[in-house]
């Protein structure tokens, strides 16, 4: 079994001063999907970045979900 596990993203939290919104795995893996808003020449761009324990998850589209303790699911 090479089941893939899916990160459960939590509540978003929106930050509209800082135009991002957060969710947080609640599996454990202590990954942050953040997406983040600006507007450019009147047009609206949106990314989204991974961050995992305060620091950037550079060149990973979506990082794998890798808790510490495999929760009974
Ligand atoms: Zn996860």
Not at 10 to 36: M, Y
Not at 43 to 54: K, L, N, S
Request: net charge positive.
């Amino acid at each position: 079994m090479t089941a893939r596990k899916n990160h459960r993203w939590g509540d978003k939290q929106e930050f509209p001063l800082a135009h991002k919104s957060e969710r947080s795995c609640l599996n454990g893996c202590g990954i942050t999907k953040v997406t983040r808003h600006e507007t450019e020449g009147g047009r609206d761009i949106y990314w989204t970045e991974f961050w995992r324990r305060g620091e950037r998850m550079h060149g990973i589209r979506t990082p794998l979900c890798e808790s510490a303790e495999a929760p009974a699911a």
